[in-house]
């Protein structure tokens, strides 16, 4: 079938088309709008869906080379997120099916950041763990199938990539700084500052604490050395960066363990992060476990990942009607 994926739950506004669960087209539409106010103004965002998201659909179709009359149905993004941008593309989801009389999907946000991994080969076997790391999310994932999903810990603060974007701002660094980070740290010694640990239980996650050690740690050498911020950029940013990962990894280690599982995978905004990705790698070949890791374009938020989720709903007959509404709040 073909399947065409609306994705508007923060600031990408994003059409896909898929057919027989391969991508054909992906276009994502960033909103550059919000970079002024250091985040995302949610009034800002939906109104910048509503211009993008008209143009972004009409190039998925034309990319894909298809007729919109082949279409067999449409999936949006029903949650979490932000509940004005969610409404946008709701509703166009709900129009188009409407009009077009085909069967609509409604696609969990998060579980599409997870169902990423079955765009391209190869791709993990069931049951897999999946860390997914975002702007808004920090998630271990039992995955036992492709909607059915175990949370088996979260974060119970901030988020990794709020983590990585609130360091940013603390460090003069535009948003989003989480990719900035990213760069940053590829020219400085990760093992020049050691930011603390948080102790917490089991296997939830915690990075209030790390984002105050950060700005006090900042402030004192500030004070001892004027320009001491410039000078160690660098440095700061790979030692944050270490920090971050070694939270994250320790983390999916103890899960991987509990659940024994050796298919291992990460997923959202925050698995595009080098540093990430390069530890990932070398853990999964010290514990033997097979590692997958999203290609660039399917880790932030993109209307692929909701065409093949909608793929998987239109398999199994999984439709929903006209009086479905968005969700701001959307459990995994
Ligand atoms: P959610 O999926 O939880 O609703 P979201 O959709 O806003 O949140 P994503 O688009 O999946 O989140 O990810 C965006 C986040 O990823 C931002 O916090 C951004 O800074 C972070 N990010 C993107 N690239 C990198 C990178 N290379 N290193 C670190 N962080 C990154
Ligand atoms: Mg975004
Ligand atoms: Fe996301």
Partial sequence: PIILGIESSCDET??????????HSNIIANQTIHEKFGGVVPELASRAHQQNIIPAVDQAIREAKIHKNEIAAVAFTRGPGLLGSLLVGTSFAKAFALARNIPLIEVNHMQAHILAHFIEDPVPAFPFLCLTVSGGHTQLVLVNGYFEMELLGY??????GEAFDKTAKILGLPYPGGPL???????????AFTFPEPQIPGLNFSFSGLKTAI??????????????LQTHLGDICASVQERIVSILLNKLKRAAREVGVQDVAIAGGVSANSGLRNALIALGEQQGWRVFIPRFEYCTDNAAMIA?????????????????????????
Avoid: M, W
């Avoid at 994003?14 to 991508?23: F, P």
């Avoid at 974060?155 to 990794?160: G, K, M, Y």
């Avoid at 509404?325 to 995994?332: E, K, Q």
């Fill in 14 to 23: 994003s059409a896909a088309i898929s057919i027989d669960g391969k991508i």
């Fill in 155 to 160: 974060t119970l603060d901030d988020a990794a």
């Fill in 181 to 191: 980070i990213d760069r940053y740290a590829q020219q400085g010694n990760p093992q």
């Fill in 215 to 228: 700005l006090y740690f900042v402030q004192q050498k500030e004070r001892e050395v004027p320009g001491f």
């Fill in 308 to 332: 093949i989720a909608g793929h998987y709903k239109y398999l199994a007959r999984d439709f929903v009607g006209q009086d479905v509404a968005p969700l701001a709040r959307y459990n995994v």
